[in-house]
């Protein structure tokens, strides 16, 4: 994501979530940076683990973890938010 479209993307989640807050509705974003989907060859699968903190991909389950976790009562103070779901990843680099 660049600069530009995340800060319009996090202006969009603000606004929808004022908007719809009186609704009882809850506006998110997950920046989920790479989910090993199937998508990787073996070169960029080795290079975004070596960047990684955590020493693996994120997977699919991660990704919905969060999710679930947001949808949940426990996640209802949670609005209006960018979050990223990443492991570490740093932000602003893709696997090569």
Known sequence: ????SGW????LVLAAAHELGERNLRA???NPGPIDTGWMD????ASGIAMQPTGRLGTPED???LVRFLLSDQGQ???GQLLYSN??????????
């Open 77 to 79: 103070w949670i609005n």
């Open 8 to 11: 319009r993307l996090d202006r």
């Open 42 to 45: 073996d070169a960029t699968r």
């Open 28 to 30: 998110n974003v997950i």
């Open 87 to 96: 492991g570490g990843f740093p932000r602003g680099h893709l696997p090569r």
């Open 1 to 4: 994501m660049t600069s530009v």
């Open 63 to 65: 990704v919905a973890n």
